[in-house]
C-alpha cells in the first residue's frame, strides 16, 4: 500500500512539473506551484519511512521535483536538503567513514532545514514537523541601538 501511494504521489509530481514546464515554468520558482506541490508529497517530505532503495529513490526523486519548482527565496537551502538525502543515500551501515559523511552533511544542513520549514509554514501554511536540530537556529534579536530605551 505505501509503495502504490508514494507512486500516486511521484505521478503528481511529475504532473505538475511537466505542466510547469510546458507552461514555460520549470524553474521560475512560483510559490503557489511549490507549495501545490508539496501538498501532494507532505507526508513523504514530513515523515517519511525510508527502509529500502525503492523509497530512497522515491524520496530523491520527490525532493528533486520540488527542487525544479522552489521558489528562489528557498531554493539554496532546498538544495542544501537534497545534497543531505543524497549523502543520506551513500551510507554503508558498518562503514564509519559514509557514516561520518552523512552526519557532517546533516550538521550542516541544519539551517536550511529551519528555513525551509518556516517559509513553509509562512507562505504554504503547512508544519513540516518538529524540525531537530544539534545546534539553536534561532535568528537572535537585534540589540538596541545605543541611546534608544524604553523610558
Excluded at 29 to 39: K, M, P, W, Y
Excluded at 80 to 88: D, F, H, R, S, Y
Excluded at 107 to 136: L, N, Q
Aim: net charge negative; glycine share 6%; aromatic share 4%.
Amino acid at each position: 500500500m505505501r509503495h502504490a501511494t508514494l507512486a500516486v504521489m511521484t505521478r503528481r509530481l511529475l504532473l505538475i512539473a511537466a505542466l510547469t514546464a510546458a507552461c514555460g515554468g520549470g524553474t521560475s520558482g512560483d510559490a503557489v506551484e511549490f507549495c501545490d506541490a508539496l501538498a501532494g508529497s507532505l507526508t513523504l517530505v514530513r515523515d517519511p519511512v525510508i527502509t529500502t532503495e525503492a523509497e530512497i529513490d522515491e524520496a530523491l526523486l520527490t525532493y528533486r521535483l520540488l527542487g525544479d519548482l522552489a521558489p528562489l527565496e528557498i531554493a539554496d537551502d532546498w538544495q542544501t536538503l537534497i545534497t543531505n538525502i543524497e549523502t543520506a543515500s551513500t551510507v554503508v551501515p558498518n562503514d564509519r567513514d559514509s557514516v561520518q559523511r552523512a552526519v557532517q552533511q546533516a550538521y550542516a544542513s541544519e539551517r536550511s532545514a529551519v528555513a525551509v520549514a518556516d517559509w513553509v509554514r509562512t507562505r504554504c501554511g503547512y508544519d513540516m514537523g518538529p524540525v531537530t536540530t544539534i545546534a539553536p537556529q534561532a535568528t537572535p534579536t537585534p540589540a538596541e541601538p545605543p541611546g534608544v530605551s524604553d523610558s
